[in-house]
Every structure is written in structure tokens, then in C-alpha cells.
């Protein structure tokens, strides 16, 4: 029993790692608004997979549920006031690369 | 296990190829993939609520909002695309090759941390957790909704004194 917890959290963990490499990999790397958005998306499912993974195997999978219902609360919001900032910006530049934002005033 | 392994292994592959992939559109539909394969396993996993919320929000509503963006953003003649294709693709080559190495990292690389499953039943029910142990939650959710909403509102009303 105790091994079968341990190579399952470490499965888990390790596809939950790879997830948020690329993601993270997505956003450092990119100069695009959109892909940027792309990238916070893969590194925020890596770690919601990671926080269901948590609750299975500690037994609070109620407590993991509602963490990840938050998580997705606060996802949608982040996406979709990113979205209006991408949507703004590219009405003022007529473009999506974030070097542009350098000319902005405070 | 075999199963669980498969979704998995797809779920990082449908990750990767949003991520990799060249056209929004195709990464927008990976990333909805990507939602439906953890929808799956957290479903297995014994999370239905949490399934259904990732299902009809990520996979529903934030695929609709990518969509909506890329098709207002997207102006770029093909031969400009296709040149900001390449200079793309060579900054992200090296993605699959970290992504081996850190598997294989993980895979060799295994701390004993000597866990034991817990005993089926156990656990409260999730509207007790939600509604009672973590009231506090709600209100913050609801407090980010707001502020998410206010957000669009000052961004939108923004945008139209450009007139555009």
C-alpha cells in the first residue's frame, strides 16, 4: 500500500511538472500577449492536476475540490481581464508583441 | 493505472502541442483538450465537482474567450506569419528537450516519502467544506469576480475613446 501511494504521487507529480515546464517555458520565452496567456493556462493546469493529486492521496479530496473551484474562480477572472488588456493594447499598437509596452507611460 | 497512465501522458502531450503549435487556434483547441483529458482524471480521481467546473468553465468558457480574442487580434499577412513562424519555432526547440531531461530527472531522481492511501470514506463532503469549513473562500471569490468585472468594465470603456 505504501508503495503503490508513493508511485502514484510521483507519477503524478512528474506529468503535473512536465505541464508546468511547458507553460512555464511558454511564458518566459515568448514575446506575444497571447501565447504569454497560452502559457499562465498549461502552468495553471499543471497545478491543478498537482492539488487533486494532493487531496486523493491525503484523504481531503473535499478540501482539494474546493480549492481547485477557487483556483478555476480566480482563472476565469485573470483570463478574462487579460483578455480586455490584449484586446486594448491592440487597438493602441496594431500588434501583440510585448516589447511595444516599453513605450508606455506610467 | 494503465489508464490513468494514458491520460496523463496525453494530457502533457495536448499541453505541449498548445504550446509548440504555430496557429491560436489550434493552441486554443489544445488547451481545451488538455481541459477535458484532467477533466478525466480528476473524475477518476474522485472529483466530480471539480471535473464539472473544469469542464464547463475551462474547457467551455475560456476556449470561447480565446477564440473571441484571436479572431479580433489576428491581421498579419501570411508572409509575416510565416517569418514570425520561424523565428518561433527556433526559440522554442528547446522546450522537448528540457522536457526529457526533467522526466528523466524525475524519473531517477525519486525522494522515499513513504505515503499511505487514506481509508475510502473518511473525508467530509465537499458542499460541507465549501459552504462551512471554507466560507471565507466564497467571499473572496466573489470579491475577485468583482474586481474582474470592474476591470473589463474600465478596460472596455478605455478602448472606446479610441473609436475604434
Same mark, same amino acid.
Given at each position: 500500500?505504501?508503495?503503490?501511494? %508513493?508511485?502514484?504521487?510521483?507519477?503524478?507529480?512528474? +506529468?503535473?511538472?512536465?505541464?508546468?515546464?511547458?507553460?512555464?517555458?511558454?511564458? =518566459?520565452?515568448? +514575446?506575444?500577449?497571447?501565447?504569454?496567456?497560452?502559457?499562465?493556462? /498549461?502552468?495553471?493546469?499543471?497545478? %491543478?492536476?498537482?492539488?487533486?493529486?494532493?487531496?486523493?492521496?491525503?484523504?481531503?479530496?473535499?478540501?482539494?475540490?474546493?480549492?481547485?473551484?477557487? /483556483?478555476?474562480?480566480?482563472?476565469?477572472?485573470?483570463?478574462?481581464?487579460?483578455?480586455?488588456?490584449?484586446?486594448? +493594447? +491592440?487597438?493602441?499598437?496594431?500588434? =501583440?508583441?510585448?516589447?511595444?509596452?516599453?513605450?508606455?507611460?506610467? | &493505472?494503465? @489508464? &490513468?497512465?494514458?491520460?496523463?501522458?496525453?494530457? #502533457?502531450?495536448? #499541453?505541449?502541442?498548445?504550446?509548440?503549435?504555430?496557429?491560436?487556434? *489550434?493552441?486554443?483547441?489544445?488547451?481545451?483538450?488538455?481541459?477535458?483529458?484532467?477533466?478525466?482524471?480528476?473524475?477518476?480521481?474522485?472529483?466530480?465537482?471539480?471535473?464539472?467546473?473544469?469542464?464547463?468553465?475551462? #474547457?467551455?468558457?475560456?476556449?470561447? @474567450?480565446?477564440?473571441?480574442?484571436?479572431?479580433?487580434?489576428?491581421?498579419?499577412?501570411?508572409?509575416?506569419?510565416?517569418? *514570425?513562424?520561424?523565428?518561433?519555432?527556433?526559440?522554442?526547440?528547446?522546450?522537448?528537450?528540457?522536457? @526529457?531531461?526533467?522526466?528523466?530527472?524525475?524519473?531517477?531522481?525519486?525522494?522515499?516519502?513513504?505515503?499511505?492511501?487514506?481509508?475510502? $470514506?473518511? #473525508?467530509? !463532503?465537499?458542499?460541507?467544506? &465549501?459552504?462551512?469549513?471554507?466560507?471565507? !473562500?466564497?467571499?473572496?471569490?466573489?470579491?475577485?469576480?468583482?474586481? $474582474?468585472?470592474?476591470?473589463?468594465? @474600465?478596460?472596455?470603456?478605455?478602448?472606446?475613446?479610441?473609436?475604434?
Amino acid at each position: 500500500m505504501v508503495a503503490d501511494a %508513493t508511485t502514484l504521487f510521483w507519477l503524478f507529480f512528474a +506529468f503535473a511538472a512536465l505541464v508546468a515546464i511547458s507553460g512555464l517555458y511558454c511564458f =518566459l520565452v515568448t +514575446f506575444n500577449l497571447l501565447r504569454m496567456l497560452i502559457g499562465i493556462e /498549461v502552468l495553471i493546469k499543471g497545478v %491543478t492536476l498537482l492539488v487533486i493529486v494532493a487531496g486523493y492521496l491525503s484523504g481531503q479530496m473535499a478540501l482539494a475540490q474546493s480549492i481547485v473551484i477557487t /483556483v478555476i474562480v480566480i482563472e476565469v477572472v485573470v483570463m478574462v481581464v487579460a483578455a480586455g488588456i490584449i484586446l486594448g +493594447f +491592440f487597438n493602441l499598437y496594431d500588434s =501583440l508583441n510585448v516589447k511595444n509596452a516599453r513605450n508606455l507611460k506610467g | &493505472m494503465k @489508464i &490513468m497512465l494514458v491520460l496523463l501522458a496525453l494530457m #502533457a502531450l495536448s #499541453a505541449l502541442w498548445s504550446v509548440m503549435t504555430s496557429l491560436f487556434l *489550434r493552441a486554443a483547441i489544445a488547451l481545451a483538450l488538455t481541459s477535458v483529458l484532467l477533466t478525466v482524471i480528476m473524475f477518476r480521481l474522485g472529483a466530480p465537482l471539480a471535473a464539472v467546473f473544469e469542464l464547463s468553465v475551462c #474547457a467551455g468558457l475560456i476556449t470561447v @474567450i480565446f477564440i473571441s480574442v484571436i479572431s479580433l487580434t489576428q491581421n498579419l499577412p501570411f508572409k509575416e506569419q510565416l517569418a *514570425r513562424r520561424q523565428n518561433r519555432i527556433a526559440r522554442f526547440r528547446y522546450l522537448p528537450v528540457i522536457l @526529457i531531461i526533467a522526466a528523466a530527472g524525475l524519473f531517477f531522481v525519486r525522494v522515499p516519502l513513504n505515503l499511505t492511501l487514506p481509508w475510502p $470514506g473518511a #473525508a467530509l !463532503d465537499v458542499r460541507q467544506v &465549501m459552504w462551512e469549513v471554507r466560507r471565507f !473562500d466564497i467571499f473572496g471569490q466573489i470579491m475577485v469576480l468583482l474586481a $474582474g468585472a470592474f476591470g473589463v468594465i @474600465i478596460l472596455f470603456k478605455g478602448s472606446g475613446k479610441n473609436g475604434r
